[in-house]
């Protein structure tokens, strides 16, 4: 047997015996380790350990002096078995520190004096965080994300939809005029329902169209009534995400003539006047609102509001008085 295939393989009883047995018969080490297949360096601090002050070396005496020596289990975590460390991870969590925080100061210069050369990671406080003594004592909803349980990082659904006839939202025009428009959809608790969201790139013109199923030929449906409430011709374009929301685009491009792009996958931010809005929404209405107790006429209100909330980039003009003067130039006239 190959030396190397055994290393880290702690000695058997059985090679134990077989040790005990040839030195009595006066083998070398070098001889006995290359019967054994293993190192003869390994034979030797076996020996050395186990057979001190001219005693000859025995099996089982060495087996009992090895699992002496073997140090005991560690149980908990490493918060858990340092009680100053524990309390400072806490207080630290309640203060607001994220654990990557927390594990960036142990181990810089700034830690405190009482836990110098003690470093803690962040996968350790999450994990004592989520399943260990923080999870009895509130501390779960001390973090900003409030979560009381921790989520894996991995995508909602096994993979990424196929978009037909997909455009890449980079090579959408660049020309800053108002019609480019983008679109995305916002779920709350719940099986059915879902908003789609329309805000204008340049304008940030937005409407809100409650869609009751959450099937693929419901965004079409609600792009329909948005460029409906719009004057003829001012959709120059629809921005979509690369998932099932955007699976129908040639369909309303089709049937109005207009250009269609999607985000790259996984780059929603690409949009980022749509997922502004998205924000904006829920703020005003977190996800375990009943939304499905509004009205059309609630959802009316809801968009009136950053429809006439003065913005910076428009020059401190609320979007409909932008689309009012954007109107009053002859800009659609042809």
Request: charged fraction near 30%; include cysteine; proline fraction near 7%.
């Amino acid at each position: 047997m190959n030396p190397k295939r055994m290393r880290g393989i702690e000695i058997s009883c059985p090679e134990r015996q077989f040790l005990e047995l040839h030195l009595l018969g006066k083998w070398g080490l070098r001889r006995i380790a290359r019967e054994m297949g293993r190192d003869h360096s390994v034979l030797s601090r076996e020996a050395g350990r186990n057979c001190g002050g001219g005693r000859r070396y025995r099996a089982e005496e060495a087996r009992r002096l090895a699992e002496r020596r073997r140090p005991a289990p560690r149980t908990g975590s490493r918060i858990d078995r340092n009680s100053e460390l524990a309390a400072w991870v806490e207080g630290r969590l309640r203060a607001g520190w994220s654990p990557e925080k927390i594990a960036g100061r142990t181990a810089s210069k700034l830690a405190p004096k009482e836990l110098r050369g003690v470093t803690v990671g962040h996968e350790t406080v999450y994990r004592w965080l989520y399943r260990r003594g923080g999870r009895y004592g509130g501390l779960p909803s001390c973090p900003w994300t409030g979560r009381r349980r921790r989520r894996a990082r991995k995508p909602r659904r096994p993979g990424c939809p196929q978009v037909r006839g997909r455009t890449p939202l980079a090579l959408r025009p660049a020309d800053g005029l108002p019609g480019h428009l983008e679109t995305d959809s916002t779920a709350w608790h719940g099986r059915k329902g879902l908003l789609s969201a329309q805000v204008d790139r340049a304008l940030l013109v937005c409407r809100l169209r409650w869609c009751p199923d959450r099937t693929a030929e419901e965004t079409p449906h609600a792009l329909r009534r948005t460029a409906e409430t719009l004057p003829h011709r001012f959709v120059r374009s629809v921005a979509f995400d690369d998932g099932s929301g955007g699976a129908r685009h040639l369909d309303f491009s089709a049937e109005y003539g207009v250009p269609t792009f999607l985000c790259a996958p996984y780059s929603p931010w690409q949009k980022s006047q749509a997922e502004n809005l998205n924000r904006t929404i829920r703020h005003w209405l977190p996800c375990k609102t009943k939304v499905r107790d509004l009205a059309a006429a609630d959802w009316r209100r809801i968009e009136d509001w950053p429809d006439g909330l003065p913005r910076k980039s428009l020059g401190y003009l609320t979007p409909n008085e932008a689309l009012h003067q954007y109107l009053s130039s002859g800009a659609l006239v042809a």
